[in-house]
């Protein structure tokens, strides 16, 4: 069974615009850990966000934020003033302190200018 | 640190032939991933180390894989005998922990003709 969703597989956005990506995920465990990922074209694989469950805070990287909602496990990147270069693959990612380890499918953002 | 080095960057060998894929994770880093993407099923997780002990190989799509970490500096990925399917981008990802973000190398675009 799958453990994280990405049920949006592309999106779009307009440069200086926001967008919001949309993961959610599955799980019994109470302490697990959140996270987005990006791929530009590059392929280079690096990390945007990461949340701990326990946080009631959701986390903040300058442009980038999530909207963490544990009761309906869902955590979903938002994009503000997006840029060019924010043009990539966005996974969602999802793991526990009882060796569980799960990426999502991955949504494609395309920014347009 | 250099970041997580993996080699080759790119290999086209014949159906059959042996693939080794290599790996130095940073240093320090007790967890060590190996991931397999293609157009088709996206990115998977194949097998993960945790100081240097296999802990879920599952995603290992057959026995024609096998993946070892002799020591905490070096892991391979061994595709024997290869065919035309296996052909991915392969990518080796290191943490210090599960719930720490993962640092991925650039990644070997394998090509099987």
């Known amino acids: 069974a799958q453990t994280v969703t990405q049920s949006q597989p592309e999106m779009s956005v307009q440069e200086a615009e926001t967008v919001t990506l949309s993961c959610t995920y599955d799980t019994s465990e109470s302490d697990y850990y959140l996270f987005w990922y990006k791929q530009p074209p590059s392929r280079q694989m690096i990390l945007v966000i990461r949340q701990e469950a326990y946080k009631q805070q959701n986390a903040t990287e300058n442009r980038f934020s999530v909207n963490f909602q544990k009761a309906a496990k869902s955590f979903s990147l938002k994009i503000s003033d997006s840029q060019l270069g924010d043009a990539a693959m966005y996974f969602c990612a999802y793991t526990s302190t009882g060796n569980q380890f799960y990426f999502g499918t991955g949504t494609s953002l395309t920014v347009i200018p | 640190d250099a970041g997580v080095i993996q080699s080759p960057r790119h290999e086209v060998t014949e159906m059959g032939q042996e693939v080794t894929l290599r790996c130095k994770p940073i240093?320090?880093?007790?967890?060590l991933f190996w991931y397999r993407q293609t157009m088709m099923r996206g990115l998977e997780l194949l097998i993960y180390f945790n100081n240097n002990v296999p802990i879920d190989d599952s995603g290992m799509p057959e026995d024609r894989f096998s993946a070892k970490m002799p020591n905490a500096s070096f892991s391979t990925l061994k595709i024997q005998p290869s065919e035309p399917r296996d052909s991915a981008v392969y990518f080796c990802?290191?943490?210090?922990?599960?719930?720490?973000?993962?640092?991925f190398g650039p990644g070997t675009r394998l090509l099987v003709l």
């Open positions: 240093s320090g880093h007790d967890y």
């Open positions: 990802a290191s943490s210090l922990a599960l719930w720490e973000t993962q640092y």
